[in-house]
Each structure stands twice: as C-alpha cells, then as structure tokens.
C-alpha cells in the first residue's frame, strides 16, 4: 500500500527543493518567460540538489532513490515555474529511455557524464511533424549496413534539442512491422549528417526548449543500437513514456496547485458588494472543487509512482503499474487545465493580463497536456489494462502520441 506520509529523507529533500521554487524560481518567472531559459547559476544549484539522476537506478548511475521521490521533487519544482523541469540540465526522459530499452552496460556507459558535467542535456527524438504516407509507424528510417546503421528523417517537438548533446533517436527498422517496427539509437549531436533545427516559438512553457533534429546519412554502429529489450521492445516502450509521461503529470499537479494558491489569495483579497469575492457561493464552490483537483492528482500520481516502485523491486505488477500511471496522467493533466482556466476566469479582466502568473499557468497547462502522454493516449491505456489486453500485445499506434493522432513533446 502507499504511504501518504514520506519518509524523513523525502521530506527534507522536498524542504529544500521546496524552498528553491518559492525563494529562487517563482520571484524570476517572468524574467525566465521572458529570456526564455533558465540562467546556468540556478540550473547550476539544481544539479547540486541531485535533480537529474534520482529516479534512475543506481545500477545505471543513478541515484536509486525512486520514481515517488522524484515526483515529490517535480511537483515542487513546477510550482515555482512549470518550465523549469524542462530547462534544467540533466538527462531527462533520455534517463528513462535507457532505463527501459538499454542494456545495464549502454545505460551506465550512456549516464556517466551526466553526474559529473552541470551542463550536459540529454534528449530523446521521437516526434515528427507528418504521418509516412504509405504505412503505418515512423518516417524517420534505419537501414542495417553491416555493422553499422545509416539513420534517415526529420524528427520533431524534441526537448531540448538545440541543448543535447546526446539523444535517443527512435526509427523505423523495419517498415512492414508498422509501430511494432520501431528501433532506438543513441546518436551524439556532433555526429556527421546531424543538424538542429531551429528552435520553436511555443504557446507556453518558455523556458523550455522545442525544436527538431534532422539526419541525412548519419551513420551510427551496430552497438548503438539500445538492445536491452530486443525480446521484448513493445513493451518497454510503453513502460518508458508511461515513466516519463508520470514525471510530466507530476509538473501538472505542481502547475495546479501554483494556479490554485495564487486564484485563491486572489479572491481572499478582491473585494466586490463589501466582502471578498471568494466569500460568494459560485466562486467559493469553484475554489474548492480546484482544490479537490490538486489533493486527487497528487494522489493519483503518488500511487502510480509508488507501483513503480515496488515493480522495480520485484514486487509489483506490470499492469498496475501502467494502469495508475494512464490514470494518474489523464486527470492531473485535465485537472491542471481546470485550475489554469478557473485562474483566468475567477480573476476577472485581470486574469488575461500579465500584471498576474494565472494566464501563464493557463498556457503552460495546456502544452503540458501535450508533453509525453497526452489524456486521449493515457486513456488507451488505461482502458487496455482495464480490459485485460497484455502489455507486450498493446498497439503502440494507439497509446503512444503519433503524427495521426496527436503531436506530442517527449
């Protein structure tokens, strides 16, 4: 069973990052929106509170302290600026990518840098802006040439593109497979025939970094290629952006509860008919109801999170796992949309202005929704696992964000 009470260890991990957002992130967020990233003095502080590597294994690397912890932290860190997650150096959904689909040894070789270099991002390709007009799966294509791999395409909406200097680029492989022909490669930015695309103007999030990579021959060995789920590579696709996609949901809680706490100070103090707004029925009755939205999600995240857990220990069920994650994800991101969008509106003509963060979050809300797993997908999934449908048998096409469905950040 979960614990809703944390240990002594989380919550003086939470106290300090906590205390980060609110003294370091929240007074800046504008000037962060506005320069568009995060200054390397405070991703700096970030790397020595240990943001980066706590979720992945120590096996690999990481710091092992769990996926519950490291969502504990996110939602912290999205309450002082829902961006910043995404700008802060580290490895990033790149860390899961290889917790998933590498072998121990990629993974470890591939996350070394990451501990000791403040600076270093890693990424991850998957998206493209257009569908292959012939079949199912990725356009981006990888062609076996002996020992060695010859990578072709555009890939698109990747995190920190124009930062990375290493990514996990997703292709096809095998082209009558559709999605269930997909490879990953590990390709160096500098490597031959790898170009940055410039980077996106986006409608929220700004701090973070969207743009594309294109490859034109890029030539990649065979021992590139992330082999640790060649048995077996459906499913651990699925259980990657299920991981990442729960990190994201995590900013979303810390989203709605930033949106929640700056709506309700709001109306505690706006005064309308000699009492404050929020004293009214139809305003009051909406504030709670946003506060149900946060206290749910939160709880919704911590169980997914905690199934993880127990799973990487031997002890849970694949299933649960992907099924509290595809829930928790699906209500936090709508209800983070929900608090954005009652901000705004409870806010009055001031909520459309920039004198107040509401109309931030409301923005950051709904691009959230699009990173990783969007609601529809989550959905999917949870109705698969629902069903009964066994994980290594789930259509990649339908739970995770393709260009027929749904664009989406990863």
């Not at 943001?51 to 769990?66: K, T």
């Not at 292709?171 to 160096?188: I, K, M, N, P």
């Not at 709508?334 to 009652?342: F, L, P, Q, S, V």
Request: hydrophobic fraction near 45%.
């Amino acid at each position: 069973m979960i614990s809703f009470d944390p240990t002594d260890d989380q919550k003086l991990m939470v106290e300090s990052v906590a205390q980060f957002a609110r003294t370091t992130l929240r007074p800046k967020i504008r000037e962060l929106e506005k320069a568009r990233e995060v200054p390397e003095a405070i991703r700096r502080t970030a790397h020595e509170l240990g943001l980066g590597l706590v979720a992945l294994p120590e096996a690999i690397g990481g710091a092992g302290l769990g996926l519950t912890t490291a969502v504990m932290l996110e939602e912290e860190i999205a309450f002082g600026d829902p961006a910043a997650g995404f700008a802060f150096a580290g490895p990033g959904a790149f860390g899961f990518a290889l917790q998933e689909l590498a072998t121990a040894e990629q993974a470890k070789k591939a996350l070394e840098p990451f501990a000791a270099d403040a600076s270093l991002f890693g990424a991850v390709a998957w998206g493209e802006r257009k569908p292959h007009p012939d079949r199912a799966g990725l356009s981006t294509t990888a062609t076996k040439n002996g020992g060695e791999w010859k990578l072709d395409g555009k890939k698109a909406y990747v995190v920190n593109a124009d930062r990375a200097k290493h990514f996990v680029v997703f292709a096809q492989v095998d082209a009558s497979a559709g999605w269930r022909g997909l490879g990953a490669f590990l390709v160096d930015k500098d490597a031959k025939g790898l170009s940055v695309a410039p980077r996106e103007t986006t409608l929220g999030l700004d701090a973070a970094s969207f743009g594309g990579i294109a490859l034109d021959g890029v030539i990649v060995p065979d021992g590139a290629r992330l082999h640790g789920a060649a048995n077996d590579f459906n499913a651990a696709l699925v259980r990657f952006f299920a991981r990442q996609a729960l990190v994201v949901a995590a900013r979303s809680v810390g989203l709605s509860r930033a949106a929640f706490e700056v709506t309700r100070e709001y109306v505690d103090g706006r005064k309308a008919f000699g009492k404050p707004i929020g004293h009214f029925q139809a305003v009051a009755f909406t504030v709670a109801d946003r506060a149900m939205d946060v206290d749910a999600s939160r709880g919704l995240v911590w169980r997914a999170a905690a199934a993880w857990d127990a799973f990487d220990k031997g002890e849970g069920d694949e299933r649960e796992c992907l099924l509290t994650t595809a829930q928790a994800v699906a209500y936090a991101h709508e209800a983070a949309m929900r608090c954005g969008d009652d901000g705004v509106q409870l806010h009055g003509g001031a909520g459309f202005m920039r004198d107040y963060p509401v109309e931030k979050f409301m923005r950051d809300a709904k691009q959230l929704g699009l990173c990783a797993m969007t609601a529809e997908h989550a959905d999917q999934l949870a109705g698969a696992m629902a069903l009964g449908v066994p994980v290594a048998s789930v259509d990649p096409g339908l739970v995770l964000p393709t260009p027929e469905t749904q664009n989406a950040f990863v």
